[in-house]
């Protein structure tokens, strides 16, 4: 705070003004700390953060500012998204850490289906079969990726929208059998 023998606070310093006692900025902007205030003034302007840091109680103001400064580096980043980006793209990667997830279980399951495979195969083998066919026979009964399409073939999140419409042809005018004046 600005009193006779403390430095401005960071928005007084920057805005080049008088830091008083009263100083809505001064507990959250330390006068050590310009970038912080810099960058919420860039983004939101001075009048208005102290407009919602008024309209707030005391005790919700600490959090405001913690978000406002999240927001306004996210902005700076980018101009477009913002923290939405940063959101959208954490969403992406738990999409695709989903997906890995729901790979490594059909793997695992097709792992334990070919163990319970294996052993009622090779127990219900006649003895007269050769090690050959033997061979042959447990690696048909094996083969789990039929049995799990859903997870093997599972889309990735990163895969481009147009894959999705490869059949597509457009539609006709007279594709659904009306006539038009023309």
Known sequence: MGSSGSSPCACCKLLRRRCTQECIFAPYFPSDDLRKFAMVHKVFGASNVTKMLQELPINQRAEAVNSLVYEANAR???PVYGCVGAISYLQTQVSQLQMQLAMAQAEILCIQMQ??????VTNTL????DQDDRLMLLSENSNCYGVLPHYINFPSSSSSSSNVFQDFEPLKRDSFGLEFDS
Do not use: E
């Open 115 to 120: 163990q319970d495979s294996t052993a009622t």
């Open 126 to 129: 006649p003895t007269y079969v």
């Open 76 to 78: 700076v980043r980018d």
